[in-house]
Structure formats: structure tokens, C-alpha cells
């Protein structure tokens, strides 16, 4: 069984490198995709890193202002003691807008948990 979480949030840039970190708590393991849209609506989500999320520079960015940053995670419940999971972000190079967000769920013994994170770039 998947369950699926979704969460926007809205993040300011700055001219400076972007730098992403996923973080897992709870003795799990996961993996991410990070896709650009821009704001053109016909235009097609670029695709930026795939894998473990640890401190993945996507560039300058002023080139993503305007358009949103979707981060999908996959989280496999390892560790069936604890039914629990919690994912968190980091993002430099900029300010969150609204609260820095993060997922959390419960009794998710035997899922897999798909976090997906919508962050519009102002």
C-alpha cells in the first residue's frame, strides 16, 4: 500500500546557488526526485536530481523565480518497530515564505509513504 502527502509551501530566492537536503527521521530510508515547472503551463517539468538529497546544488536561483520546485519522496518503513515517519527539507538560498515544511505520518507499518512537496519560487 502507498500513501501519498502533499504539501506547497512558497520560498523567496536570492541570486545565490540553491542547495537542497531531504531529510528521514525515524530509523528510514528514502529516495527523492526534484522537478522544475516552470510557470509556462505547456511547458514540461525538468527533471534536476533523482536519489539521496544531500546538499544538491540546482544553481542560481534567480532562473527558477516564477515557477515551482516539486520534490517527490519515497519512503520505505524499514524499520516495522516504529510505524512512524517523518521527512523534513532544507533549502539555502533564500527565505520560506510560509513555515518551513515537513511531513510526519503514523501507523504506516508495511507502506510505502510518497511525500510530495510543491514550493512555488518567488
Avoid: H
Avoid at 527558477?64 to 516539486?70: E, Q, S, W
Amino acid at each position: 500500500m502507498t500513501i501519498r502527502i502533499r504539501k506547497t509551501a512558497d520560498y523567496s530566492v536570492n541570486d545565490s546557488d540553491l542547495v537542497i537536503t531531504v531529510k528521514f527521521g525515524q530509523g528510514k530510508m528514502g529516495t527523492s526526485t526534484i522537478l522544475f515547472n516552470p510557470s509556462d503551463p505547456e511547458a514540461i517539468s525538468i527533471p534536476l536530481a533523482v536519489g539521496q538529497i544531500k546538499k544538491i546544488s540546482i544553481g542560481d536561483g534567480g532562473q527558477y523565480r516564477g515557477g515551482k520546485l516539486i520534490i517527490i519522496t519515497k519512503i520505505a518503513d524499514l524499520k516495522t518497530s516504529n510505524n512512524r515517519i517523518s521527512v523534513g527539507y532544507e533549502i539555502k538560498g533564500g527565505n520560506w515564505i510560509t513555515v518551513c515544511p515537513s511531513f510526519s505520518a503514523k501507523n504506516v507499518a508495511g507502506s510505502t509513504v510518497e511525500t510530495i512537496l510543491e514550493v512555488n519560487i518567488i
